[in-house]
């Protein structure tokens, strides 16, 4: 398994705060990259800069964010995907409103860490300092920044910086590390075009890796996209992995066709959807109720859409309250089993909650059964959720990647999660990591006994069934022929079906001869004797049988089954005997002249071309003899079929 360790902070804080002079004092990157940005001395949109920090290998990324209020939904996209938070309050000013929406954001995205600086310590006393760290004290109580260090800084005279590196160093070490493993996600935070190269797309890689070369899948316009290079920190690298902040060169899509709120993924895996189960909540603080059928704003990876809430245990949803609810979206998103989401309000617009995505495919619910099914889901062990979507998932079964996505779970819990259900022979891993209910797959083996049954009663005289008919039978859907192909695996260990290269029978099967078939058959074998190699036609033998071709030729094919005659060729079949003599005297005559003409074999064989040409193909496929040009030579003599 892959695991790496990259680190992204996100700064927040109310505008005007000196996030952006902090971000330049600590890296020494202008994170303000637009012309208006420099104009207004005020942060608009999304920067970015890179901090070398004492005892962490490699820079860590910082996303600074606007603090306006009109540029909230900018913040939200920012802060998707950091690791930990870069909290600042301004000294001179205190707690404002930005602050506190700020840190609602984070909690909402479920940001485990952060280090608070007071910006601007340079132009206030002491004793505002104090004041200052009290009112945000009180502001991150019961949050994720409860207990945090409160560092006072300057980014003009540069007290506390170095202090405050040492905190974020600390923090970067305890960044858990994460599985490179799993499915590629990039949800896309800008886009531009580079002279000479393209489109290029710029984001922090969620799960998976990506290499230079590899295709993608831009949703939700499901376009199939080349991947022609990759960028981290400004320098061209082969690869990039979960955790990174990275910029992918794309080809096959202009920069007007991608942007912020897009995703970059692993084909085949991620899909959109415009319905949401989850796990909604109202902060306490929000001031702010959830109406049934009430209209919010979806803040989710670097998207945001409108959406109905249909509350599904309740009417309404109030603050401090959480309810499960189906959020019916009104433009597709892109999302996972676990991913948080932040809620704005639809007007005014301001940060009213969030929560927790339990099923990002789900049908339409109704409130009743739709909370109790979403409920007994959301209560789930990682064993049981996985277990789940192998059942749903049926004859198809599900890849791991795909598994990982639609479970929300981390690579490696999943990866116990299979190994205990496999253990518990719950769960059966196929080629290339597909894997399915143990249960599907004995419900498909039953399903393949009962198509033998069916072949052996309606044609009792047949020794074995062929092998696609029985797997057609049993599956139509490609996607169930390896499930097939598992149930027929323990069928065959078991001892309950024989399987011989493309026929199978049940074990405990013989042949049954109704009396007619039984007569035809023993007219046709007599025939077949006394002609040797030259074999009689099928309309020959039904003439002789006084039989129609149909029920003649159903007796050669269960002839030819059991191994009784040999089908050389369409409509020719010949006696079992007559070609075993025939290959026994080939033999010999190789092991002493080394290669055989086919002048050499109508002489040796006696028969005409009609015959002899099928005859020498069917040694050739047996491996008893190997054609070079118009001769025969010794082949590697397997066995024929029996």
């Not at 305890?174 to 531009?192: E, H, W, Y």
């Not at 959406?307 to 309404?316: I, N, P, Q």
């Not at 009784?564 to 070609?579: E, F, K, T």
Request: hydrophobic share 45%; aromatic share 4%.
């Amino acid at each position: 398994m892959s695991i790496t360790r990259h680190v992204v902070f996100g700064t927040a804080g109310h505008v005007d705060h000196g996030k952006s002079a902090l971000v330049r004092a600590l890296t020494g990157t202008d994170p303000d990259r637009l012309a208006e940005e420099k104009a207004r001395e005020m942060t608009i949109d999304l920067g970015f800069a890179f901090l070398r920090l004492p005892g962490v290998a490699e820079p860590v990324a910082i996303v600074d964010v606007p603090g306006h209020e009109m540029f909230v939904r900018n913040m939200v996209a920012g802060a998707t995907g950091i690791d930990a938070a870069l909290f600042v309050v301004a000294a001179d000013e205190g707690v404002m409103p930005q602050t506190a929406e700020h840190l609602r954001v984070l909690c909402e995205l479920r940001v485990p860490a952060g280090v608070i600086a007071l910006t601007k310590s340079d132009k206030v006393a002491p004793e505002q300092i104090a004041a200052t760290a009290g009112q945000v004290r009180a502001l991150v109580e019961r949050s994720f920044l409860q207990g945090a260090p409160i560092i006072p800084v300057s980014a003009l005279t540069g007290t506390g910086l170095p202090e405050l590196c040492d905190r974020l160093a600390e923090l970067a070490r305890g960044v858990p590390t994460k599985s490179a493993d799993g499915p590629f996600r990039l949800p896309v935070d800008r886009s531009f075009t580079m002279r000479g190269a393209g489109t290029v797309v710029t984001g922090t890689v969620i799960s998976g890796r990506l290499r230079g070369g590899d295709h993608v899948v831009l949703l939700p316009q499901e376009r199939s996209l080349r991947v022609r290079g990759l960028q981290v920190q400004g320098k061209a690298v082969q690869e990039i992995v979960a955790g990174q902040r990275a910029a992918v060169n794309l080809s096959g899509v202009e920069k007007d066709e991608i942007g912020r709120g897009d995703v970059i993924a692993s084909p085949g895996v991620f899909a959109p959807s415009v319905m949401l189960d989850a796990r909604v909540e109202i902060a306490a603080d929000a001031g702010f109720q959830v109406e049934q059928r009430a209209r919010l704003r979806v803040h989710h990876g670097t998207a945001e859409v409108m959406a109905r809430a249909v509350l599904l245990e309740s009417d309404e949803l109030r603050p401090g309250q959480s309810a499960l609810t189906q959020l019916r979206l009104e433009s597709p998103l892109v999302a996972a089993p676990g991913d948080p989401f932040v809620l704005r309000s639809y007007s005014p617009m301001r940060v009213v909650g969030g929560g927790i995505i339990v099923d990002a495919h789900p049908p339409k619910r109704r409130r009743s059964a739709g909370s109790q099914d979403i409920g007994a889901r959301e209560r789930l062990a990682a064993d049981d959720a996985v277990l789940r979507l192998l059942v749903d998932a049926g004859r198809a079964g599900a890849a791991e990647g795909d598994l990982q996505v639609r479970c929300g779970l981390s690579q490696e819990v999943l990866s116990r999660s299979l190994a205990r259900l496999a253990e518990r022979k719950q769960a059966v891993c196929g080629r290339r990591r597909r894997w399915f209910a143990a249960s599907v797959v004995e419900d498909t083996a039953q399903a393949l006994v009962r198509a033998i049954t069916e072949h052996h009663r309606v044609h009792p005289h047949w020794l074995y069934a062929p092998l696609n008919s029985i797997l057609s039978a049993t599956s139509r859907d490609p996607e169930g022929r390896e499930a097939a192909r598992l149930a027929l695996e323990t069928l065959v260990a078991s001892g309950r079906v024989v399987l011989a290269r493309e026929r199978l029978r049940l074990a405990d099967h013989e042949p049954r001869w109704p009396a007619r078939a039984a007569a035809i058959k023993e007219e046709i074998l007599a025939a077949l004797r006394r002609n040797g190699l030259a074999a009689p036609s099928v309309a020959d033998l039904a003439k002789l049988c006084t039989a129609s071709e149909s029920e003649c030729r159903d007796v050669l094919d269960a002839l030819a089954d059991s191994g009784a005659v040999i089908a050389l060729a369409p409509g020719i079949y010949v006696y079992h005997d007559a070609v075993s003599g025939s290959r026994n005297r080939v033999l010999h005559f190789l092991s002493e002249h080394g290669q055989m003409s086919i002048a050499d074999a109508r002489a040796l064989l006696g028969s005409s071309r009609k015959y002899l040409l099928p005859l020498l193909e069917q040694f050739d496929r047996e491996g008893v003899t190997q054609r070079r040009g118009d001769s025969r030579v010794l082949g590697g003599q397997r066995s024929p079929r029996a």
